[in-house]
């Protein structure tokens, strides 16, 4: 790929002041990685130990994700915790596809991330990277909240070293327009109120 | 204190004349032990309709006949000497043994009497799997015969609204807990999954259920039509 390795920013002292002058990418990577909010998507018992890494002892807030963002349109990283029924497949691809760029997934746990084996049977997705793409996963049945906050330290060190050039990184998965789940943009706009803080800020084109 | 009126609560073990303490799970015996009343009860009223009583671990099951079941479960209801006012569970068995017929299983039991009983009605093979419905007798059926109608396909005649629970409406690949279910279903992977996504989750939601239903008469007039079409709102 050719990446040339991370520059330090660099200190200088101008007219008596510090000065810091960096990439912007490095800027804008450093406040991605470090305020993001996860939108919890626990359907198993994944989603306890992820109540577990959230809470006092393991606080994920240490990692910028001091609120769970139960909005879709507010979060960052889709922590999709335990296994997916196909019942519930069109609602996860919804949620992914409600969330707004930039954003990325973590499959925590077994079930999320090839279905585990034992509930390789009629009902359960064998791995949501079947639905959406998928940043990182996190083995384990359920993992440790040592275990996710790693993932979320590899997901950290991921949004870092990206690059805004990069085009391919924000690639959104359009929806089918022939599928059910296909809403047209203006069918969206006219059932549904300005939201945010602008008045122009619409739904469909978030 | 006062309870409000119409309403008299049901009292565990108030009808229950049995003074002997309770029996500790180990004494119980395999086989045998003491009876439900409510068996030879219902050998008295219903005759060669009840087909068998046997009592296993304390507990008593009913074999019944297919056609008097209703008639049946309504009586143990509303007679005064039985009140099976709860109903615990509705369900189907089916055996490995391709000859044994499958059973639909009811779970009943008393409250003031303290009493548990368990009715069967077993359908031969080759016969079409159906049942009468307990609903108009116990609101609780409802649920209860909606996932035994998804697992096992077997029909609730009198059901006010059958459809699948568990798996979702459109599931064309059969009943899953019957024994010639494949444990991953009939289709592909990628054919279950592009299904899967094809399926609106909303379209289980009536016009009252949403959000907009109130506002609904203020809507343009193009709206509400594309709406009555059974156009989504997506959110």
Redesign the interface.
């Known amino acids: 790929m050719g990446l040339s390795p991370r520059p330090e920013p660099h200190v200088v002292t101008h007219g008596g002041e510090p000065w810091m002058a960096t990439r912007l990418d490095f800027l804008v990577n450093w406040s991605r990685a470090n305020s993001l909010w996860p939108m919890p998507f626990g359907t198993a018992c994944c989603a306890i130990e992820f109540m577990a890494s959230a809470a006092n002892k393991y606080d994920l807030a240490r990692f910028g994700m001091e609120r769970m963002s139960f909005s879709a349109r507010q979060a960052d990283v889709l922590i999709c915790a335990g296994r997916v029924p196909?019942?519930l497949?069109?609602?996860l691809?919804?949620i992914w596809q409600q969330m707004p760029q930039p954003k990325w997934c973590i499959s925590m746990g077994a079930c999320a991330s090839s279905g585990n084996g034992i509930f390789?049977?009629?009902?359960v997705?064998?791995g949501i990277d079947?639905?959406i793409p998928v940043d990182v996963y996190v083995p384990g049945c359920p993992p440790r909240p040592e275990g996710l906050i790693y993932g979320i330290m590899l997901l950290q060190k991921k949004i870092m070293n990206e690059r805004s050039s990069d085009e391919t990184l924000r690639r959104e998965m359009e929806p089918d327009p022939r599928?059910?789940?296909y809403?047209p943009p203006e069918?969206?706009d006219?059932?549904?109120e300005n939201f945010g803080n602008s008045v122009h800020q619409k739904?469909s084109t978030l | 204190m006062t309870t409000p009126a119409g309403f008299s609560p049901v009292v565990a073990g108030s009808a229950s004349t049995d003074t002997a303490p309770p029996q500790t799970p180990k004494n119980v015996p395999h086989r045998g032990g003491s009876a439900n009343p409510s068996g030879d009860a219902l050998r008295q009223r219903f005759g060669t309709a009840v087909m068998r009583v046997d009592v296993m671990w304390g507990e008593t099951t009913v074999v019944v006949e297919n056609a008097r079941l209703f008639e049946i479960v309504q009586w143990l209801h509303d007679d005064p000497a039985q009140r099976y006012d709860a109903l615990a569970d509705v369900t189907g068995v089916e055996f490995r043994d391709a000859e044994l017929p499958i059973e639909v299983v009811w779970h009943l039991r008393s409250l003031p009497y303290r009493r548990f009983l368990r009715l069967k009605v077993l359908i031969e093979k080759g016969q079409p799997l159906v049942v009468p419905s307990v609903w108009s007798i116990y609101k609780g059926a409802d649920w209860l015969e909606r996932e035994c109608y998804d697992m096992f396909g077997i029909k609730f005649e009198g059901h006010p609204d059958l459809r699948r629970l568990?798996?979702?409406e459109q599931y064309k690949?059969g009943f899953?807990l019957r024994k010639d279910?494949?444990?991953?279903?009939r289709f592909s992977?990628s054919e279950?999954?592009r299904?899967?996504?094809?399926?609106?989750?909303e379209t289980r939601y009536s016009m009252n259920e949403l959000s907009?239903a109130d506002a609904y008469e203020d809507l343009p007039e193009d709206?509400r039509r594309r709406l009555n079409k059974g156009?989504?709102?997506?959110?």
Do not use: C
């Not at chain 1, 390789?120 to 009902?123: E, L, R, S, T, V």
């Not at chain 2, 279910?181 to 279903?185: I, L, M, T």
């Open positions: 196909f019942k497949a069109p609602v691809r919804r390789d049977n009629y009902a997705v064998q079947t639905i599928s059910q789940l809403i069918a969206i006219e059932m549904s739904r | 568990l798996m979702w690949e899953p279910f494949p444990v991953r279903g992977r279950q999954l299904q899967a996504l094809a399926a609106n989750p907009i709206m156009e989504k709102v997506g959110e």
